[in-house]
């Protein structure tokens, strides 16, 4: 099994180029705008800190359920398929103003049908009556709810949770978990803070392209390195 370092790496370098401008990405600055920033990033860091822990778990077991060389030539498929797909959405897709706007409409709907169902409050009022809440129910408020659940299920089966399951069949699940945890803390929190505006201004076509080209090169260095027996 490879070193901690080496997996942690891995999946540092991964997670921030497979996150940065993704739809979470977007959803959370968009969130944040809307919300207090601290639930805001509270319920989407939970929400993939969780994710990252299943998917490196499911990874982990994949080598005692099947050969460790099957697990091997699917994790390196993998990585070649992943670095394919991004290097295609790099030079096809239109960029990240229509995907920026895809889940800003989709959460302006979602707002819409919330607005309608009760009486809307202003930011303050919302602000003074979490003040005289508990801190633990605060941080399971329904805006912490919201940005876990829109997070959990939008990683859900996402490029980056299906390669970060193979990282971690081929290698060390530690530094895998450390390295994806931090990736997701280091670009959501960057959502947060820096809002529709960073957002905005991040250019999708060479965060896939260097996503695409980092794939190729862990595909192509795990074709050339050994299976562990």
């Not at 979490?130 to 399971?140: A, E, G, N, V, Y």
């Not at 990282?167 to 529709?196: M, R, S, Y």
């Not at 960073?198 to 090169?217: C, M, P, Y």
């Amino acid at each position: 099994m490879s070193s901690v370092v080496q997996g942690f790496t891995k999946s540092l370098a991964m997670t921030v180029l497979s996150e940065i401008g993704d739809k979470t990405f977007f959803a959370a600055a968009i969130l944040a705008m809307r919300h207090p920033r601290r639930l805001v990033l509270s319920g989407c860091l939970a929400a993939l800190i969780v994710m990252t822990i299943l998917s490196v778990l499911v990874g982990w077991t994949a080598p005692n359920l099947m050969p460790r060389k099957w697990t091997h030539n699917i994790t390196t498929l993998l990585f070649f398929g992943f670095g394919l797909w991004s290097l295609w959405d790099a030079f096809t897709n239109e960029g990240e103003a229509e995907e920026l706007a895809e889940v800003e409409a989709k959460m302006d709907a979602d707002m819409k049908t919330n607005k309608g169902n009760g009486k809307s409050t202003s930011k303050d009022d919302d602000e003074s009556k979490k003040q005289s809440r508990p801190l633990l129910l605060q941080f399971f408020s329904p805006i912490f709810l919201k940005a876990f659940s829109i997070t959990f299920f939008g990683e859900w089966g996402d490029k980056s949770q299906l390669a970060t399951i193979g990282l971690a069949a081929d290698e060390n699940p530690i530094g895998v978990v450390l390295g994806g945890i931090i990736g997701q803390a280091l670009c959501t929190t960057a959502a947060v803070i820096g809002g529709k505006t960073l957002a905005s201004q991040i250019s999708e076509k060479i965060v896939a392209l260097s996503g695409g080209v980092l794939f190729i090169v862990f595909g192509i260095q795990s074709f050339l390195s050994p299976v562990a027996s």
